[in-house]
């Protein structure tokens, strides 16, 4: 919040001019959006949430068209944080494919995996809720899981959607082996934003995909 936003678009800026193979991605609070997606240059931004909604009468709700508006790459939706309905995230995921912008969408069970999958979002990210801060990754906790859910993802929506994992992921290894289980990017949270040195973590992590991949 408040000027630490800034301080973290200058670090994921600066590695991401390191990794041009990979894709950074800030998902900040709703407040900042707008003004991180007119500083952007080599990131991305996702909206943390999006509302499946026209414009009109919506006191209180983010309409998904306005993303587009303020130049938004994309959005998450149903976070383990913000959970929704099935037909929320369906919605949202028509109407991001109709106006140009990506969607990731969360899913904390291979039941919900499968669910979300079949409507082939941009991304489907695995995140087991009760990982997410644990500093205890689903890579190392959750490998089986882990794998089967890439499985599922990319049979589900046909190849459409790109598996991503969270949830605990901590240090360079958990990232690494993330990657070896067919995950192919990361949600990541605590680590990178609680470290007193986070461009050197976004760097580990980076250095450890661009290895895999």
């Given at each position: ?108 069970d291979q039941e ?49 959607s790109i598996p ?50």
């Amino acid at each position: 919040m408040g000027d630490r936003i800034f301080s973290i678009l200058d670090i994921v800026e600066k590695v991401a001019r390191e990794f041009p193979k990979i894709d950074f991605i800030i998902s900040p609070n709703v407040i900042y959006l707008n003004i991180l997606a007119s500083k952007k240059q080599h990131s991305k931004i996702f909206s943390q949430h999006a509302d499946p909604i026209p414009y009109g009468a919506y006191t209180g709700h983010l309409p998904i068209e306005v993303l587009k508006i303020i130049n938004v790459d994309g959005t998450l939706i149903n976070h383990s944080e913000k959970k929704v309905e099935t037909h929320i995230i369906k919605k949202v995921v028509e109407m991001a494919d109709k106006i140009g912008i990506d969607v990731c969408v969360c899913a904390g069970d291979q039941e919900e995996v499968e669910l979300v999958s079949k409507m082939k979002p941009s991304y489907v990210a695995f995140e087991p809720p009760e990982l997410i801060g644990s500093g205890k990754s689903v890579s190392k906790m959750k490998p089986e899981e882990l794998k089967e859910s890439v499985k599922i993802i990319l049979d589900v929506s046909e190849k459409k959607s790109i598996p991503l994992c969270g949830a605990g992921i901590s240090t360079k290894e958990d990232v690494a082996l993330a990657i070896e289980y067919g995950a192919r990017g990361i949600l990541v949270a605590s680590a990178f934003v609680k470290s007193k040195n986070k461009e050197g973590v976004l760097r580990d992590f980076s250095e450890a995909i661009e290895e895999k991949i």
